[in-house]
Structures are given as structure tokens and as C-alpha cells.
T-cell receptor, first 117, second 116 residues
Framework: AQTVTQSQPEMSVQEAETVTLSCTYDTSESDYYLFWYKQPPSRQMILVIR??????QNATENRFSVNFQKAAKSFSLKISDSQLGDAAMYFC??????????????FGTGTRLQVTL | EPEVTQTPSHQVTQMGQEVILRCVPISNHLYFYWYRQILGQKVEFLVSFYNNEISEKSEIFDDQFSVERPDGSNFTLKIRSTKLEDSAMYFC??????????????FGNGTRLTVT
């Protein structure tokens, strides 16, 4: 079974600064997908960024980028130029690459990000 | 942009009562999921559903839980006899494909279930 670990329960960053959220995972599979979801106080789950395991190039989405280290099974999220609206719970998630049946997401325990002025 | 919609947003029920949580997945999606998040804890997988049958279920999804797609649009989660520990936020999600980069899960806003 796959597991996802987020070792930072809480992080804080000043507005306009950069912050990195850590995520490690454990799997015996070679093909899979990794995701970061954001959960603001409204509790909605919003997809931030995604990465395919067979792609070496790190994914980027505007101010959000990842550092994907497949051998180390590490998938960290970097938020540049942090904004007050980035304050939320961030969940790292793993999804198996498996066709034919619905493939679930396995979530980490989350990191609560505070953004200060 | 199409969204997954869930109703109600908040449901309060007494222990032992049956509840049905409703979801309308995105219309061209074929794979459906329920997740649960107890307050302050991580999001946990409950069940996945495809082609009118359960694809996978977690150990949380015991006999008191059931899912159904009663018509072409709704996807429901029924809890037969609620317990206090069922109090949680329940998220419905859907995806177009089973597992692909271009078909991530889209989540609804959740239903907060409170069992008293």
C-alpha cells in the first residue's frame, strides 16, 4: 500500500516571500501521479499542481512549482511571491497509474500554511 | 467551468438515523469517489465507483455504507445507522478517466455531517 507523509504540520511565510512544503511517499510502483491540493477555510479541495512520475521535468503553474525527486520519493511544493490568499491547508496526494478501474488518491496529513504581512 | 455539486452543505442527524448524501458529478465524468475528512485529520478514501459498481473500497466503508447512482446524474452515499464517529466532512469527487494525468479528480465542496 502507498503512504504519503507530510512532516510539517504548520508553516509560516511572509507575504511576497517563498516557502517550500515537504512531501515524501512510499510506493513499489514505477508509474504514478502526484498532486498538491489546497484546502482553504471554505473546506473546498482545489487542485494546485500535478506531476507524472515518468516525467523528469518539474511541473510549474504560475507561482507554484514542484521539486520531484523520484529516487528519493520526494515531492515538495514551492510557492513563490506568497499572497494572503495562499493561506490554507495543503495536501500532498498520490495516485496509481492504473487503467480500467477508478484509481483513488492517497493523501498526506496536510500542512497548514499561514501567510503573514 | 463544470463543477461537482454536493447537497446538503450541512446535515445534522441523530445517532442511529439513516442519512443520504447527494452528489452531482461533472456530466462527462465516468468515475466517482467518496472521501471523508474528520475534523483536523487527513482526507481518507471511502469508495470508488465505475460502470454502476464499486471498484474499490476502504476498510472504513463497512456494511453501514452504500453507494448508488440512481439516475444519470446523481451519485449518493447512504449511511444506514449513523454513529457519533461518522461526524465528518464528506467529499464527492469525479474524474473522466480512471487514472491519467489529464484527468485529475475534481472535488465538490463537501457535506458536513454532524451526528448527535
Amino acid at each position: 500500500a502507498q503512504t504519503v507523509t507530510q512532516s510539517q504540520p504548520e508553516m509560516s511565510v511572509q507575504e511576497a516571500e517563498t516557502v517550500t512544503l515537504s512531501c515524501t511517499y512510499d510506493t513499489s510502483e514505477s508509474d504514478y501521479y502526484l498532486f498538491w491540493y489546497k484546502q482553504p477555510p471554505s473546506r473546498q479541495m482545489i487542485l494546485v499542481i500535478r506531476q507524472e512520475a515518468y516525467k523528469q521535468q518539474n511541473a510549474t503553474e504560475n507561482r507554484f512549482s514542484v521539486n520531484f525527486q523520484k529516487a528519493a520519493k520526494s515531492f515538495s511544493l514551492k510557492i513563490s511571491d506568497s499572497q494572503l490568499g495562499d493561506a490554507a491547508m495543503y495536501f500532498c496526494a498520490y495516485r496509481s497509474e492504473r487503467g480500467g478501474t477508478a484509481s483513488k488518491l492517497t493523501f498526506g496529513t496536510g500542512t497548514r500554511l499561514q501567510v503573514t504581512l | 467551468e463544470p463543477e461537482v455539486t454536493q447537497t446538503p452543505s450541512h446535515q445534522v442527524t441523530q445517532m442511529g438515523q439513516e442519512v443520504i448524501l447527494r452528489c452531482v458529478p461533472i456530466s462527462n465524468h465516468l468515475y466517482f469517489y467518496w472521501y471523508r475528512q474528520i475534523l483536523g485529520q487527513k482526507v481518507e478514501f471511502l469508495v470508488s465507483f465505475y460502470n454502476n459498481e464499486i471498484s474499490e473500497k476502504s476498510e472504513i466503508f463497512d456494511d453501514q455504507f452504500s453507494v448508488e447512482r440512481p439516475d444519470g446524474s446523481n451519485f449518493t452515499l447512504k449511511i444506514r445507522s449513523t454513529k457519533l464517529e461518522d461526524s465528518a466532512m464528506y467529499f464527492c469527487a469525479s474524474s473522466r478517466d480512471s487514472s491519467s494525468y489529464n484527468s485529475p479528480l475534481h472535488f465538490g465542496n463537501g457535506t458536513r455531517l454532524t451526528v448527535t
